[in-house]
């Protein structure tokens, strides 16, 4: 199911929010920089928080389950102009509204529709600025009954 999730959530903001440039699931991506960054921005890690499994009828696994998207930009700094605006500095707001935005609701056999929960603004960083948004949604593996046997098959 989190496959599925990742692939769904993947596909959508690669409809709505065409300029992200790379998708990941997130391993510590901030860590290494000095050794050169290895994606383009904007990026969007997706980060699957612990899960908790309890089970309903029959003992199919259901849960609710939070992840974070971590959502990768570069820093662009408020040069003064005339106004002291410098709107360009801004786009990574705008950015993050359209990928929650994209997000909201979004549903699929086995997950129930993206909440989003919490928002995380990074303030402090570097050439590389980690914006988290976190949503939530229920997740329920199918019974046997409702899937065919080629989905059942686990490739390896």
Known sequence: MRRMLYERICAKLKTKVPEVKYYDLWNE???NLDQGVIFDTPAVFIEFDPISFSSQARGLPRCPITLTLHVITRYTPQRP???GYAPEALQHLELLERIEMALIGLSGEGFSALQLVSAELDHNHAALQ????????????????????REMQIKP
Not at 130 to 149: A, D, G, K, Q, V
């Open 29 to 31: 991506n901030m860590e």
């Open 81 to 83: 102009t005339r106004s």
């Open 130 to 149: 980690n914006h988290l948004e976190r949503f939530t949604c229920s997740i329920c593996y199918p019974s046997e009954s409702s899937i065919s046997t």
